[in-house]
């Protein structure tokens, strides 16, 4: 069978979870997420509902939100297992019955994106959720953000998991593309990156960083135009904030030179060395600003990250989520996965067929990171929000929260 060229259309990860399938998941496994997210932050008393102005619960009798989060996973995870097993029973792994049942998976990706994304049906089943994710997606698509009274928050957060999620969306491309493409095409084979040109992937991988940086100039104008105070500023940080985002465009357009180098030949190799570069910045870039800004945690300012009135050191007065030391392992365990992070921005990577199992573990990880980030960047927007009543949370500098006159809530650990 080696030499048999429908085996040599796959490799072994892609012939027992094919990359329509491996799409689905991380999909499905992001509404899970949510769920999470939602219950443990409700749990300990953050009311992310009103973080992000979304509609409270009418009546204790109805279900809280991240009941109806679980509910909507569990439909589509049961659905997922369902057209997994059909999948499997029908193939045996043989190599010619995958290309040949490709059509499984996919009517599985159009279920799961009508379902959660188009259409408006299964009232009981979330449905407000669901229609509010898809005015959201509509809305930031072409990097638009509301204004902080009608859910600002919620945009940015959405749009910050879509960065985590640009690989996925890439492949959900490639998918479609190898399906359509000729009349032997097939969506379950080896996943081809160059399906409908060289440039397409790279360029719906940069799509999401795109996004974040056009809201960020929208805030950066909105403060322009605005009444200048000191709590607000010049908008300085939205600017210092796009210019994190644009750093993902070097590494996705050194690896495609990497990916694209012609005539067989090996890539140059200040091509590798800029790409290193590039990988160093996006990453430290953006450690910096989950710990110092979205976190607003200490650890970078040499004036406060000592103060007796932090719960510990780096950290900040205010500790909702864990312990200290859950802290310091959070932010560990960011710097790490935003190094490995950068490796998933590389399409070039897809050059090696028996790394799919890597990169599908990769998207994993990213993935994870992004849900642990939401438990601490919810937190830190809770505890502005009780600081500065008065004035929109979006719009104080993150810097001010150190400010040690500023009152935060009481909590269960406080003195």
């Known amino acids: 069978m080696d030499g048999d060229p429908v085996e040599r259309e796959f490799d072994s990860f892609s012939l027992i979870f094919p990359l329509p399938y491996r799409v689905a998941f991380i999909i499905v496994l992001a509404v899970w997420a949510w769920g999470i997210n939602l219950h443990y932050l409700y749990i300990i008393g953050i009311d992310v509902p009103s973080l992000i102005r979304y509609p409270g619960r009418p009546s204790p009798h109805h279900p809280t939100h991240h009941l109806s989060t679980y509910r909507l996973a569990t439909v589509l995870s049961s659905i997922f297992a369902f057209a997994l097993i059909v999948f499997w029973v029908f193939t045996h792994g043989n190599p010619e019955l995958v290309l040949a049942w490709d059509w499984v998976p996919l009517m599985y990706l159009a279920v799961l994106l009508g379902l959660l994304i188009v259409l408006p049906v299964f009232q009981n089943l979330s449905h407000g959720g669901r229609t509010r994710l898809r005015t959201t997606l509509k809305r930031i698509s072409i990097g638009g953000i509301a204004e902080a009274k009608d859910g600002k928050f919620g945009d940015i957060l959405l749009a910050d998991v879509l960065t985590s999620y640009s690989k996925v969306l890439a492949d959900l491309y490639v998918a479609l593309c190898m399906f359509l493409r000729t009349s032997e095409g097939s969506a379950t084979a080896r996943p081809d990156r160059n399906c409908g040109g060289a440039v397409v992937v790279p360029l719906i991988m940069a799509v999401p960083s795109a996004i974040r940086l056009r809201q960020c100039l929208i805030e950066y104008g909105r403060v322009r135009r605005g009444r200048r105070t000191e709590a607000t500023g ?71 990250r000592s103060s007796p009135e932090l719960k510990a050191p780096g950290l900040r007065r205010r500790l909702h989520v864990g312990p200290p030391g859950l802290y310091y392992g959070v932010i560990a365990l960011d710097l790490l996965l935003r190094l490995t992070w950068s490796l998933k921005l590389s399409p070039h990577l897809g050059r090696v067929a028996d790394w799919e199992g890597s990169i599908f573990v990769i998207e994993l990880l990213e993935v994870f990171r992004r849900w642990v980030w939401i438990f601490f960047r919810v937190e830190t927007e809770w505890i502005r929000s009780a600081a500065v009543p008065g004035l929109d949370v979006d719009d104080v500098l993150l810097p001010d929260y150190h400010n040690h006159n500023i009152q935060g809530p009481k909590y269960e650990d406080d003195d």
């Not at 985002?245 to 050194?254: C, D, H, K, L």
């Not at 495609?256 to 990988?279: D, K």
């Open 234 to 304: 010049w908008g300085g940080q939205h600017l210092a904030n796009a210019l994190k985002y644009s750093t993902a465009f070097p590494v996705i357009v050194f690896s495609a030179l990497q990916r694209n180098s012609s005539g067989g030949q090996a890539p140059p190799a200040h091509y590798y060395r800029a790409w290193v570069v590039a990988c160093l910045v996006n990453s430290l870039y953006s450690f910096y600003w989950d710990v110092a800004k979205d976190w607003d945690l200490t650890l970078f300012d040499n004036r406060q």
